[in-house]
């Protein structure tokens, strides 16, 4: 079974800086790769999405890229701002079956 | 649209009752997913379904949770009887899957938060 892991479950950093997050999966035969962000109370919001056959995708302030091969995927923030605090998850569809596995998550501060 | 809507969005029961989940996905979409999420174990998916098939249903943890679509627009997940241990939030997310392995985003709802006391 597909196991995704995300790494640091929290973070914290001040207003202005860049960060990555981190997202790892056990296995590479993925069709699709997507981030999502989880504010407090709230559902899950897609950010991005990345086919298995691409190696990144841009959305704004926002960067994911998708290395396959080593299972891993990073979502790059740049100029975090106060209100990019929440939750981000990854999720990952395997080639069978229309469901994600989805991380446990990391949880972003940015301080003002 | 006015996306994947869930109700209640809050529900507080006693232990032993029957518990009815509502899920309406966003009109057209073919795909439609109940989760359920806690601390301790994250985001888990219970059931799916395609076309209003049930598809994969490993995910159901007992034979307390049953879930239904009768058609496109609705969807209920029921446990009968409830435990203190179901406490968590329940979402539904739903999608459109173009062909068996299409590209789709999933669009989730709010959410149903349970507590069972």
């Known amino acids: 079974k597909q196991e995704v892991t995300q790494i640091p479950a929290a973070l914290s950093v001040p207003e202005g800086e860049n960060l990555v997050l981190n997202c790892s999966f056990t296995d590479s035969a993925i069709y699709n790769l997507q981030w999502f962000r989880q504010d407090p109370g709230k559902g899950l919001t897609s950010l991005l999405l990345?086919?298995?056959?691409?190696r990144e995708q841009t959305s704004g302030r926002l960067n994911a890229s998708l290395d396959k091969s080593s299972g891993r995927s990073t979502l790059y923030i740049a100029a975090s701002q106060p209100g990019d605090s929440a939750t981000y998850l990854c999720?990952?569809?395997?080639?069978?079956?229309?469901?994600?596995?989805f991380g446990t998550g990391t949880s972003l501060t940015v301080i003002p | 649209d006015a996306g994947v809507i869930q109700s209640p969005r809050h529900e507080v029961t006693e232990m032993g009752q029957e518990v009815t989940l509502r899920c309406k996905p966003i009109s057209g979409h073919n795909s439609l997913f109940w989760y359920r999420q806690t601390m301790m174990r994250g985001l888990e998916l219970l059931i799916y379904?395609?076309?209003?098939?049930?598809?994969?249903d490993s995910g159901m943890p007992e034979d307390r949770f049953s879930a239904k679509m009768p058609n496109a627009s609705f969807s209920t997940l029921k446990i009968q009887p409830s435990e203190p241990r179901d406490s968590a939030v329940y979402f539904c997310a739903s999608s459109l899957a173009l062909m068996m392995w299409g590209v789709e985003t999933q669009y989730f709802g709010p959410g149903t938060r349970l507590l069972v006391l």
């Open positions: 990345i086919q298995s056959s691409q």
């Open positions: 379904f395609n076309n209003n098939v049930p598809i994969d």
């Open positions: 999720a990952v569809r395997p080639y069978t079956g229309n469901q994600f596995y």
